[in-house]
């Protein structure tokens, strides 16, 4: 084979690589054992691109989130029972609903790095196909679990004209979103940082599907 059939090849063999990194880092669990039981359901809900964690819409977590309502995202409606929260690249999360929207500018920044956004939104009652996965947790987990989904934005300001509806904001959060910190490993850190057992590194979403079935079966 000549240099430039190797060349070609190599783009092909690191998603290959990369690929069986994200199993290996979804099977290989973190030092945590917490989960699996508990009286707070938090749901894991798999969307086109990543993982979002669908809070309860609780006195204390309505009060928590605070500033999403300010900014306009109607947490207090009586309708609401759910708090959608995602992080993910600026660029790329909030330009993008599903894959169609990709354009190799936006995913190259993604890749390579850009400054992370929190995702806020709300939810109703959940369908039985919504698909949504749920994680049983303690009080002390669940709390744990809120505040460092918090952390991720510790002084949240909203990014302007950004939003995929009238009931959701992006703010500006904290750390960088690349290559090896996605969104779906963001969700390893939060869980991990709740003392939930969970993979240790989960970069795409079959990654955390894996590591929920292995690790938090319901």
Same mark, same amino acid.
């Given at each position: 084979?000549?240099?430039?059939?190797?060349?070609?090849?190599?783009?092909?063999?690191?998603?290959?690589?990369?690929l069986?990194a994200?199993?290996?880092?979804?099977?290989?669990?973190?030092?945590?054992?917490?989960?699996?039981?508990?009286p707070?359901?938090?749901?894991?809900?798999?969307?086109?691109?990543?993982?979002?964690?669908?809070?309860?819409? @609780? +006195?204390?977590?309505? *009060?928590? !989130? #605070?500033?999403a =309502? /300010?900014?306009?995202?109607?947490?207090?409606?009586?309708?609401?029972?759910?708090i959608v929260?995602?992080?993910?690249?600026?660029?790329?999360?909030?330009?993008?609903?599903?894959?169609?929207?990709?354009?190799?500018a936006?995913?190259?920044?993604?890749?390579?790095?850009?400054?992370?956004?929190?995702?806020?939104?709300?939810?109703?009652?959940?369908?039985?196909?919504?698909?949504?996965?749920?994680?049983?947790?303690?009080?002390?987990?669940y709390?744990?679990?809120?505040?460092?989904?918090?952390?991720?934005?510790?002084?949240? @300001? +909203?990014?302007?004209d *950004?939003? !995929? #509806?009238?009931? =959701? /904001?992006?703010?500006?959060?904290?750390?960088?979103?690349?290559l090896?910190?996605?969104?779906n490993?963001?969700?390893?850190?939060?869980?991990?940082?709740?003392?939930?057992?969970?993979?240790?590194?989960?970069?795409?979403?079959?990654?955390?599907?894996?590591?929920?079935?292995?690790?938090?079966?319901?």
């Open positions: 084979m000549t240099w430039r059939g190797r060349l070609l090849l190599l783009p092909p063999a690191l998603v290959g690589l990369y069986l994200a199993v290996a880092g979804a099977l290989w669990p973190n030092d945590r054992t917490g989960g699996g039981e508990g707070v359901t938090v749901w894991l809900l798999s969307g086109p691109i990543h993982y979002d964690f669908l809070l309860p819409a @609780d +006195p204390a977590t309505v *009060a928590a !989130f #605070g500033f =309502d /300010r900014a306009g995202v109607p947490l207090s409606d009586p309708r609401v029972e759910w929260v995602g992080w993910g690249a600026r660029a790329f999360y909030t330009a993008t609903e599903s894959y169609a929207d990709l354009g190799a936006t995913v190259w920044r993604a890749v390579s790095g850009d400054q992370s956004v929190l995702h806020v939104s709300v939810a109703g009652a959940l369908g039985d196909d919504s698909g949504a996965r749920p994680l049983r947790l303690t009080a002390a987990e709390g744990r679990l809120r505040d460092a989904i918090l952390a991720s934005a510790p002084a949240p @300001d +909203p990014v302007p *950004a939003g !995929f #509806g009238p009931y =959701d /904001r992006f703010f500006a959060a904290t750390g960088r979103f690349h090896f910190r996605t969104c490993v963001w969700v390893a850190e939060v869980l991990d940082r709740a003392g939930i057992r969970f993979g240790l590194w989960t970069p795409t979403p079959f990654a955390v599907t894996l590591s929920l079935a292995r690790f938090q079966a319901d």
